[in-house]
């Protein structure tokens, strides 16, 4: 089961993508984990990762493969992966099929103003980290984390302006994506427009259909 997921921000893919590592015991992978795991422990590719990212440049594709492609490699892949976040345009999608084969990409769309209001409404804990929401997910005290107690702020990039930008963005870079995987027969696309158990149960429904 080697699975594409993706999903604009705020559109609760890690969340599902989480879902489907438990349920299917197959690990979840991201290239920024792995490019940040490399750099920490010094590896070589890490060493050259480090060199663009201590200069504020992109990594170039063919080190975040060469990292993505090791990975694939390891024991716990064998019954296969989901990939969260790679690819992010055709070229590394192009990349990306020389070294493996994708049996599905799930596409979970949800519309533009409800993620708008998801990601608007999100206050973080300064000093835990912990995530609560003004609608859906309030803490006891106004402002108060329930954890810890800290300090909840609004994080700069969940502002309203800075939100729209990072959709219109997403959109750009995954509707060729989308085109390019739906071409080949891969994609299905699930609305995201109820509860997160009620898209699990999309998810679980759908991998079931397709790996019977």
Do not use: W
């Not at 609760?12 to 690990?27: E, V």
């Not at 975040?64 to 296969?80: I, M, P, Q, T, Y």
């Not at 939100?163 to 699930?190: C, F, G």
């Amino acid at each position: 089961m080697k699975l594409i997921i993706l999903g604009a921000p705020g559109s609760g893919k890690g969340t599902q993508a989480k879902f489907i590592t438990q349920l299917y015991r197959i690990p979840q992978i991201s290239t920024g984990d792995l490019l940040r795991d490399a750099v920490k422990h010094e590896t070589h590719l890490g060493l050259k990762a480090k060199e663009y990212m201590n200069t504020g440049t992109l990594v170039p594709d063919a080190i975040v493969l060469e990292l993505l492609k090791e990975r694939l490699n390891k024991d716990d892949c064998s019954a296969g992966y989901i990939l969260d976040g790679y690819p992010r345009n055709i070229s590394q999608a192009d990349s990306l099929a020389e070294i493996t084969n994708i049996d599905l990409v799930i596409n979970i769309s949800v519309d533009h103003k409800l993620l708008v209001e998801r990601i608007t409404g999100r206050r973080t804990c300064k000093e835990c980290g912990a995530i609560f929401h003004i609608q859906f997910k309030r803490p006891s005290k106004e402002n108060v984390c329930d954890k810890c107690s800290g300090e909840l702020f609004q994080r700069a990039d969940d502002t309203e302006e800075t939100v729209k930008k990072r959709l219109n963005t997403y959109e750009k870079q995954t509707k060729p994506l989308i085109d390019h995987y739906s071409s080949q027969e891969l994609l299905q696309t699930l609305i995201s427009d109820g509860t997160i158990e009620e898209m699990r149960q999309k998810v679980k429904d759908l991998l079931k259909n397709t790996f019977p």
